[in-house]
């Protein structure tokens, strides 16, 4: 006779500081997954009361007291399963990164976090000490123990759950994503499996927070290391597995569907959900009703439109083209073009007469010099004015439209197309935003619907369109090009020769690194962006404004 342990991952998007608002979503959760699935234990994601990364509220004075509140609340919920809560925990004015297990109305148990990231976007060894003690609880006979995030990524916590006895292993994560890490992950957790013989279970965290993103896909791995990823990504999901608790046997995962099936998602269709979901949540949990962005006829614009209409909605979405003398007609078509496509709100405001203005009021300062890259830089301004103007009479959030490619050698204007509250594309290269604009057309065309991204925006050159017949390879090596070489120097820390070394031109890998190092300044004043890649530009990349260092071995 088989007796079977009802595990439910609540993978759940939270709001970072928002304890007693979290408080309130894990205790209907949790009854939700008592009444639907006759939950045993129910799993809640890394930090889940603060949610991830709280950064410095962990230091306010205020914080103890508000998650002692917070566990006595749930509680005195008496809700009848085990409930895994991660929150920080102030021990002795030591601050930990911790787990508690409640039950009947009591902590049963409680775990320290033992491996604290301090690397790419994580900086807990700022706020947490590490706990070194392992924690296994007997839940319906079944010895299970418990780690949190990077306590997996080692070797010592697994270990030391596996010499406890443990049969089942919960790690709770805020994992966020990155191009890769889903991979990484499967890959990890079939690891830990086989070498510690125990099933694991994987709950990750879902949902936007400034630049991260965390992308869900909590998952399953039985004793043999054979993994399935059961949460659903870039979406909350209360997910059953059922272990059979024969006895003489490993605790072995029964599955409700048939995950073994599921293949993972393409690149692609990754990075399109993690910018629909970074941007949707920037939007509302900052409380704005709109989003506003300057539509250009080009296919960075283009592609920030068709991300804003997936993420918020036609209604909530407006485009402004602003021609001027050097704005071919093309693209007002385009512009329109897609506008129309997407059902968005539209207009055009010509910026002839601003910059006109501008360069008589500069006249007496401008007299006797050369027309150079001001001028140019005077019409991004202009419009940049214009989006901030609409933004400020009608609350409406300023998307910035530039690549990453375009941010890391500096091809923006500070103040100009820079200006805006959040930045879709900013951890996506040229190459991706090309890639990216063909996979959203894909789903129109599965649809039954024209291109969103009309064919032309795509295969026109790129283009500026500050002064007449401009192009971007005017100014910057081919894309294909610049994309590697951003790709070695910004994202893998390659020096100047070794990526010469590569095959690519001496002089064209020097010069885009000067133009890199340069623009520092440029993007420290830039907006948050989502996070497409383990390096992207803001809590990955901490460069020195100013510094003497030089390109080279």
Same mark, same amino acid.
């Given at each position: 006779?088989?007796?079977?342990?009802?595990?439910?991952?609540?993978?759940?998007?939270?709001? $970072?500081?928002?304890?007693?608002?979290?408080?309130?979503?894990?205790?209907?959760?949790?009854? #939700?997954?008592?009444?639907?699935?006759?939950?045993?234990?129910?799993?809640?994601?890394?930090?889940?009361?603060?949610?991830?990364?709280?950064?410095?509220?962990?230091?306010?004075?205020?914080?103890?007291?508000?998650?002692?509140?917070?566990?006595?609340?749930?509680?005195?919920?008496?809700?009848?399963?085990?409930? /895994?809560?991660?929150?920080?925990?102030?021990?002795?004015?030591?601050?930990?990164?911790?787990?508690?297990?409640?039950?009947? &109305?009591?902590?049963?148990?409680?775990?320290?976090?033992?491996?604290?990231?301090?690397?790419?976007?994580?900086?807990?060894?700022?706020?947490?000490?590490?706990?070194?003690?392992?924690?296994?609880?007997?839940?319906?006979? $079944?010895?299970?123990? %418990?780690?949190?995030?990077?306590?997996?990524?080692?070797?010592?916590?697994?270990?030391?759950?596996?010499?406890? &006895?443990?049969?089942?292993?919960?790690?709770?994560?805020?994992?966020?994503?990155?191009?890769?890490?889903?991979?990484?992950?499967?890959?990890?957790?079939?690891?830990?499996?086989?070498?510690?013989?125990?099933?694991?279970?994987? $709950?990750?965290?879902?949902?936007?927070?400034?630049?991260?993103? %965390?992308? &869900?896909?909590?998952?399953?791995?039985?004793?043999?290391?054979? !993994?399935?990823?059961?949460?659903?990504?870039?979406?909350? *999901?209360?997910?059953?597995?059922?272990?059979?608790?024969?006895?003489?046997?490993?605790?072995?995962?029964?599955?409700?569907?048939?995950?073994?099936?599921?293949?993972?998602?393409?690149?692609?269709?990754?990075?399109?959900?993690?910018?629909?979901?970074?941007?949707?949540?920037?939007?509302?949990?900052?409380?704005?009703?709109? !989003?506003?962005?300057?539509?250009?006829?080009?296919?960075?614009?283009?592609?920030?439109?068709?991300?804003?209409?997936?993420?918020?909605?036609?209604?909530?979405?407006?485009?402004?083209?602003?021609? %001027?003398?050097?704005?071919?007609?093309?693209?007002?078509?385009?512009?329109?073009?897609?506008?129309?496509?997407?059902?968005?709100?539209?207009?055009?405001?010509?910026?002839?007469?601003?910059?006109?203005?501008?360069?008589?009021?500069?006249?007496?300062?401008?007299?006797?010099?050369?027309?150079?890259?001001?001028?140019?830089?005077?019409?991004?301004?202009?419009?940049? !004015?214009?989006?901030?103007?609409?933004?400020?009479?009608?609350?409406?959030?300023? =998307?910035?439209?530039?690549?990453?490619?375009?941010?890391?050698?500096?091809?923006?204007?500070?103040?100009?197309?820079?200006?805006?509250?959040? &930045?879709?594309?900013? *951890?996506?290269?040229?190459?991706? $935003?090309?890639? =990216?604009?063909?996979?959203?057309?894909?789903?129109? #065309?599965?649809?039954? #619907?024209?291109?969103?991204?009309?064919?032309?925006?795509?295969?026109?050159?790129?283009?500026? #369109?500050?002064?007449?017949?401009?192009?971007? *390879?005017?100014?910057?090596?081919?894309?294909?090009?610049?994309?590697?070489?951003?790709?070695?120097?910004?994202?893998?820390?390659?020096?100047?020769?070794?990526? /010469?070394?590569?095959?690519?031109?001496?002089?064209?890998?020097?010069?885009?690194?000067?133009?890199?190092?340069?623009?520092?300044?440029?993007?420290?004043?830039?907006?948050?962006?989502?996070?497409?890649?383990?390096?992207?530009?803001?809590? *990955?990349?901490?460069?020195?404004?100013?510094?003497?260092?030089?390109?080279?071995?």
């Amino acid at each position: 006779m088989s007796r079977q342990l009802n595990v439910v991952m609540a993978q759940i998007n939270l709001l $970072v500081g928002d304890i007693a608002g979290n408080t309130d979503r894990i205790i209907r959760i949790a009854h #939700e997954a008592v009444a639907r699935f006759n939950a045993d234990i129910v799993i809640f994601p890394e930090l889940s009361l603060t949610s991830y990364p709280p950064e410095d509220l962990l230091m306010r004075p205020a914080l103890q007291g508000r998650i002692d509140a917070a566990l006595q609340t749930l509680c005195q919920e008496c809700i009848p399963a085990a409930l /895994v809560i991660g929150h920080p925990q102030q021990d002795k004015s030591v601050l930990y990164n911790a787990l508690s297990i409640i039950r009947n &109305g009591d902590i049963v148990g409680r775990y320290y976090k033992q491996c604290l990231p301090n690397y790419q976007v994580f900086d807990e060894q700022r706020y947490f000490a590490a706990g070194d003690k392992p924690c296994v609880l007997a839940i319906k006979d $079944v010895a299970v123990a %418990f780690t949190i995030c990077e306590d997996l990524w080692q070797t010592t916590p697994t270990r030391q759950a596996s010499q406890s &006895g443990a049969e089942l292993l919960i790690n709770i994560n805020a994992s966020p994503f990155s191009k890769h890490k889903l991979e990484q992950r499967v890959e990890l957790l079939a690891r830990r499996a086989r070498e510690s013989g125990t099933p694991i279970v994987y $709950v990750n965290l879902v949902g936007g927070q400034d630049e991260l993103v %965390f992308d &869900g896909y909590s998952m399953v791995a039985d004793a043999q290391g054979s !993994v399935h990823v059961v949460g659903d990504g870039f979406s909350e *999901d209360l997910a059953l597995v059922q272990f059979d608790l024969t006895q003489g046997e490993p605790a072995c995962p029964i599955f409700t569907e048939n995950v073994a099936e599921r293949h993972l998602p393409a690149l692609e269709q990754r990075c399109y959900q993690a910018m629909v979901l970074g941007l949707q949540d920037y939007v509302t949990k900052n409380r704005f009703d709109s !989003v506003i962005l300057g539509l250009s006829g080009g296919i960075d614009s283009a592609l920030t439109l068709a991300v804003a209409v997936d993420a918020l909605g036609a209604d909530k979405v407006s485009a402004v083209m602003m021609p %001027f003398t050097y704005t071919s007609d093309l693209s007002v078509r385009l512009a329109k073009t897609q506008a129309d496509r997407l059902g968005v709100n539209f207009s055009i405001i010509p910026i002839v007469k601003s910059y006109e203005a501008f360069m008589e009021a500069l006249g007496p300062e401008f007299e006797g010099l050369p027309v150079d890259l001001t001028e140019q830089n005077i019409q991004a301004r202009c419009r940049g !004015v214009l989006l901030m103007a609409i933004s400020n009479k009608k609350g409406a959030l300023v =998307l910035t439209t530039g690549n990453k490619s375009e941010i890391a050698v500096g091809y923006c204007t500070l103040y100009g197309d820079m200006a805006g509250g959040f &930045g879709v594309l900013k *951890d996506a290269g040229k190459m991706l $935003v090309y890639a =990216l604009s063909a996979y959203r057309n894909q789903l129109a #065309e599965q649809a039954g #619907e024209l291109p969103v991204i009309p064919r032309d925006v795509i295969d026109r050159p790129p283009s500026a #369109e500050l002064a007449p017949g401009q192009r971007d *390879d005017d100014n910057l090596p081919p894309y294909e090009q610049l994309d590697q070489i951003l790709e070695l120097y910004v994202e893998q820390d390659r020096s100047a020769d070794e990526i /010469v070394a590569q095959g690519f031109d001496h002089d064209e890998v020097y010069r885009v690194i000067r133009l890199v190092d340069l623009n520092e300044y440029k993007r420290r004043q830039s907006a948050p962006g989502v996070r497409l890649t383990e390096r992207g530009f803001g809590r *990955d990349r901490r460069y020195p404004i100013t510094h003497g260092w030089k390109a080279g071995n």
